[in-house]
């Protein structure tokens, strides 16, 4: 806790000096092409930097994690960029794990929205590689904010690592064959990859929702059935309650007659 502590500080310092170092990362993490000509630059050091880039924006989401998948087909190629994306995604899905492991429900809860947590909630009890592997691979579904969530379930790290990995995998490989055939000026097949996943994944963003509470064991309409059964027994028992009163109160009115 003293590390992060420190490490907090020292960022936070880093941007009210408006250190330089702050203004790189700000600038490589908000300008796509500025960190294409850097990747570029850095030459036989720039998988190092790529993989860290993928890494943080996992960890701290400043940057869509398409943007970055795309950008490694780009500049890599179809299989290096694949590689160098899934490690980089790796490492900052454990990191992130690890972290809502080290730090617990309540930082977890502060960090996801309320509406993440009553739908994704529930994982913080699920141990089901099956259902880990599936919020994985749909796509549409918060994959960075997940990897918390699972850091505060019974799952074991090296099966989160494994199956998130295999999850992210497809996805990882279409951004990163999206980026190496724009680059190569493929773009008829380019078009086509596209409307081929886009008519796979369109119904499965769709239907993700669905998915995920199958594979929990429940159906999504479940938790509105059951408010709307608890407003119903809260109403049936305010009746019986005022009914009781009324009763004891003509009773009472009886007596003194």
């Known amino acids: 806790m003293v590390v992060i502590l420190a490490a907090c500080a020292y960022c936070a310092w880093l941007v009210w000096t408006d250190a330089p170092a702050y203004r790189f990362a700000f600038r490589l993490f908000h300008d796509n092409q500025y960190m294409k000509e850097k990747l570029v630059e850095w030459g036989a050091a720039a998988p190092v930097l790529f993989i860290l880039i993928q890494a943080l924006q996992v960890v701290v989401a400043p940057i869509p994690g398409e943007v ?10 179809q299989w290096l960029g694949l590689l160098y ?8 899905s454990l990191a992130a794990f690890a972290l809502g492991r080290w730090l617990g429900d309540a930082y977890v809860r502060n960090l ?48 989160f690592a494994v199956v998130s990995t295999l999850g992210r995998i497809p996805g990882t ?5 999206q980026g190496s055939k724009t680059a190569t000026g493929h773009y008829v097949e380019v078009v086509l990859l596209t409307a081929a996943v886009a008519a796979l994944a369109v119904p499965l963003y769709y239907y993700r929702l669905r998915i995920v509470a199958w594979f929990e064991g429940r159906r ?22 005022s009914g009781r009163r009324s009763e004891a109160g003509s009773r009472g009115t009886a007596g003194k007659t």
Do not use: H
Request: charged share 20%; with cysteine.
């Open 173 to 177: 490989w279409v951004l990163s064959a």
């Open 68 to 77: 970055t998948g795309i950008l490694g087909g780009f500049v890599f190629g």
């Open 112 to 159: 996801v929205s309320e509406e993440t947590w009553n739908k994704l909630g529930f994982i913080v009890e699920a141990e089901g590689t099956i259902l880990c592997f599936i919020i994985y691979l749909i796509p549409g579904l918060p994959k960075d904010i997940v990897c918390y969530l699972f850091g505060l379930s019974p799952m074991p790290f090296w099966v």
């Open 85 to 92: 994306s899934t490690i980089g995604l790796t490492v900052g």
């Open 220 to 241: 999504p309409e479940d938790d509105d059935e059951g408010q709307e059964t608890g407003l119903a027994a809260g109403q049936a028992d305010r009746k019986g309650k």
